[in-house]
């Protein structure tokens, strides 16, 4: 019985971690792996391998603009209209392929150094754009 506690618990930190990676390249994976962690026994190997397979889809637009939107959520309270314009104004360049996904990230990086948030920092989306 702790075993499946511990194999949850372990699914859920790898799951935050990767959630909004996921997203970015499937709602179809994010959906089916948000459904599963819902389960009262759950399988790490399942849920690292459904990561696996988000992780080598090709970058999808559509999929990264939603995944951004939703980042973007943890800072429309706090950032000001500049920071506000800032990140719209990328998100629109990207979605019209004037810049890579990786300079709106970087953006949110620097919306993280203003308005921290260990959440969004563990963020595999976010840490693993260089």
Same mark, same amino acid.
């Given at each position: ?33 948000? +459904? ?8 790490? !190997? @399942?849920? %690292?391998? &459904? =990561? /696996? ?29 500049? +920071? ?8 629109? !360049? @990207?979605? %019209?392929? &004037? =810049? /890579? ?30």
């Amino acid at each position: 019985m702790e075993g499946h506690k511990v194999q949850k618990r372990e699914s859920q930190s790898l799951w935050s971690q990767n959630k909004y990676l996921v997203l970015s390249k499937s709602q179809r994976l994010y959906l089916e792996i948000r +459904e599963y962690l819902k389960n009262d026994h759950v399988d790490l !190997a @399942y849920v %690292q391998k &459904k =990561i /696996e397979i988000a992780e080598k889809l090709p970058e999808n637009k559509k999929q990264s603009v939603n995944a951004l939107l939703h980042i973007w959520g943890y800072f429309k309270k706090q950032a000001n209209q500049q +920071e506000k314009n800032g990140f719209f104004s990328r998100l629109d !360049a @990207y979605q %019209q392929a &004037k =810049i /890579e996904q990786n300079d709106v990230i970087e953006y949110i990086k620097y919306l993280l150094e203003r308005y921290p948030n260990s959440y969004l920092q563990a963020s595999t989306l976010i840490n693993e754009n260089k």
